[in-house]
């Protein structure tokens, strides 16, 4: 038998196509079938400790309790650093490489700047982390859901129950972006409607400030009732941990938190919040359901309780991948749109937030409840911080439709 | 009068105050840092980070050690200026012969890799530390309400700051010191030995920035990015001052807190720009900054 060149070259070939192509076409066939979650949020900065890693541990957990139905789930994560600029490129890049939702994104700002992103790519995109209620109003889109708070709920919960108390006078320290402006008007407008009056406010550049007292001092001066605190995170801690210092409290005026999370009550310390007033849409001692969670999720977020904004992810992706089990991965691919209105069709139900629905504006529908942080001598330990004074039902809490200028609604 | 550009006096008058009280955290990191430039030609960008540590290290002390304030205000620095010890030994000393760019990018790299360490381990919130019992309450001084601490920190600061210059200009060991700032190897050749000097005068400036840290623990949130809010305003500081100058780094941390504490009334919108708008115009006018040296 004579070999010839052209059989080596035919056999080689013939080789490589039954080594190379089964695994390659399988792999095709692979990512056919699997859908891809990116996490973007703030791993480093002043937001890490509200999502973060928790958060991204919280989504994990929604994939390992939904199971293998048929597709798989892969996950990635990444860190927006807080700036609009990265986020936009990161969610570019991811949505262009195959990645089917983006969750997630904190700091309204970069949240907003990533809603266009998905509308422009026509992929599904549900924010857990932002605050702004303009995500579901001027700004919203057919690619978003934004998932248990925002600004308009805050301000409703906290503002409402303040003035209702007899703060009916206000002086606002906003963070100066999209997130701060959002929540002082959003609170402003609770203040006036309750016949209440907004006396002034500062608004101080983020994320580079860390001294609060001369903003607590003009608070102060303004003689308002009430100092409402439109900022986050360690700004918030740091507003709170000043006030204390200067007496501000023991005076009289109120310090409304109006968007405040377990992690940032830890790390003031119960002798410096106690006897705070905030929101959250989730505790993890709320009932059974939130303690059988916050237990499951024990593993995955070593001695940190879920907050809110974490534990959202895990509600947020499980109610995903319900929808993409229900129509199918292959349909799911074509159109974002088609993905989110399957969402908004199925009804929601997990241990975390219970039974709800998503409106037709994107707006994921929960009760809010307003806590009051507990006294030293009555938290049982670590975590243990809040009292429950008051529920407002998932379908009281949102701004109602007609008022929020979605222009998918006007339509 | 009651009011000066629209903003009622007494109001004016607790901004004025409350900006020296920000402007003493920016002296005594200026300090370090105008120090550690002197003698080392090094731009110790860890030096945000240090301040951090300081901060941490005291919520270590009373937490894992039941060790309260005032020894940590001791402890603390000593601990974190021993940590500039080795590192200028293991490392820093590997760079004085090369361009000032190579000691910037190394200290830059530690500062992010230090406070990548910490929030791994402590995260971003931050930790409580309380004002020490027999500094807090507050005076009443009519047109303002001023805790005890912050009347602590600036008498504190401005103690730290005046030792150091009189040990720098009026001492033996500061005339060395400065004499090895000019002619290193003619002060060597006197029998002084410069390079632990220069160990130590780096380990003496990470201890100002560990002890301004101690300071700020109790006022603000002890986090791992602290210091890098502060750490680019306190270079403007240093620039506007002039580089390597002591006092000049002093008064102008004093004088800018002032200038941001009044931006916070008139614009707060600006109140972290303006010292950079300064810096703009100080380096137009005055290439080598207010206090320094062409």
């Known amino acids: ?411 | 009068m009651d009011e000066i550009f629209g903003i009622p006096t007494p109001l004016l008058f607790g901004q004025l105050l409350l900006g020296l009280i920000n402007g003493a955290f920016y002296a005594m990191l200026s300090l370090g840092l105008a120090v550690i430039f002197g003698l080392l030609n090094i731009i110790n960008f860890t030096h945000g980070a240090q301040f951090m540590m300081g901060a941490f290290v005291a919520w270590m002390l009373l937490n894992y050690l039941g060790i309260g304030y005032w020894w940590a205000l001791i402890l603390s620095p000593l601990l974190v200026g021993l940590t500039g010890v080795i590192l200028e030994r293991t490392m820093i000393c590997q760079l004085y012969k090369m361009d000032h760019l190579y000691g910037m990018l190394l200290t830059f790299g530690l500062s992010l890799i230090l406070e990548g360490v910490f929030r791994n381990q402590y995260g971003s919130s931050g930790m409580p530390y309380r004002i020490p019992p027999e500094l807090s309450g507050a005076w009443d001084l009519g047109f303002m309400f001023m805790p005890v601490y912050r009347g602590w920190v600036v008498v504190f600061a401005l103690f730290a700051c005046i030792t150091t210059w009189l040990v720098i200009e009026k001492t033996r060991l500061g005339a060395y010191l400065r004499a090895a700032t000019e002619n290193a190897p003619l002060v060597q050749a006197f029998g002084v030995n410069v390079p632990r000097m220069i160990t130590l005068t780096y380990g003496a400036g990470v201890a100002l920035a560990a002890l301004a840290g101690v300071l700020a623990a109790p006022i603000y949130s002890v986090n791992p990015q602290m210091g890098t809010n502060l750490i680019i305003v306190v270079f403007a500081v240093v620039v506007i001052g002039g580089m390597g100058s002591i006092l000049g780094s002093v008064l102008t941390g004093f004088g800018l807190g002032i200038v941001e504490g009044l931006t916070k009334v008139f614009y707060p919108e600006a109140s972290a720009t303006v010292i950079f708008i300064i810096m703009v115009i100080v380096l137009l006018a005055r290439p080598a900054g207010l206090f320094g040296r062409a």
């Open chain 1, 1 to 411: 038998m004579t070999t010839t060149r052209r059989s080596v070259l035919g056999g080689a070939a013939a080789c490589g196509a039954a080594l190379g192509g089964l695994p390659w076409r399988s792999a095709r066939a692979q990512a056919a079938n699997t859908i891809r979650i990116g996490v973007l949020n703030d791993m480093s900065g002043p937001y890490r400790d509200i999502s973060g890693p928790y958060g991204l541990e919280c989504a994990r957990q929604a994939v390992q309790e939904f199971g293998n139905r048929g597709f798989n789930v892969e996950m990635i994560n990444a860190d927006h650093q807080n700036r609009p600029d990265i986020g936009v490129n990161i969610a570019r890049q991811w949505y262009d490489q195959g990645v089917d939702m983006v969750l997630d994104v904190p700091t309204s700002s970069v949240g907003l700047a990533v809603a266009n992103i998905a509308r422009e790519k026509n992929k599904a995109y549900v924010n857990t982390g932002s605050a702004t209620s303009d995500l579901t109003g001027p700004a919203c889109t057919p690619n978003t859901v934004h998932w248990m708070y925002d600004t308009y709920m805050l301000a409703k919960s906290t503002g409402g129950a303040m003035v209702r108390a007899g703060g009916d006078s206000w002086f606002f320290i906003t963070a100066d972006y999209a997130f701060g402006h959002a929540l002082e008007r959003d609170t402003a407008n609770f203040v006036r409607n309750a016949g209440g009056r907004v006396m002034g406010q500062v608004r101080y550049p983020f994320p580079a400030t860390t001294d609060f007292s001369s903003f607590l001092v003009q608070a102060q001066a303004s003689r308002a009732k009430v100092i409402g605190m439109a900022n986050a995170g360690a700004d918030t801690i740091n507003t709170v941990k000043q006030a204390a210092e200067f007496g501000i409290t023991r005076r009289g005026v109120k310090l409304a938190a109006l968007l405040m999370f377990l992690p940032d009550v830890h790390a003031l310390g119960l002798q410096t919040a106690q006897g705070l007033i905030l929101t959250e849409s989730f505790y993890w001692d709320l009932n059974d359901r939130t303690r059988a969670i916050s237990e499951r999720l024990r593993p995955r977020l070593r001695d940190v309780r879920p907050n809110m904004a974490s534990i959202a992810n895990y509600s947020a992706t499980l109610h995903y991948l319900k929808a993409i089990a229900d129509m199918g991965v292959a349909a799911s691919k074509v159109a974002g749109v088609d993905v989110i209105n399957r969402m908004k069709a199925l009804p929601c139900d997990d241990d975390a937030f219970g039974a709800g629905s998503i409106r037709p504006d994107g707006r994921k529908l929960c009760p809010s409840y307003l806590f009051e942080v507990k006294a030293p001598s009555e938290s049982r330990g670590a975590y243990d911080y809040y009292k429950l004074l008051q529920t407002t039902p998932a379908e009281e809490a949102f701004r109602p439709m007609s008022e929020g200028n979605c222009p998918m609604i006007r339509a």
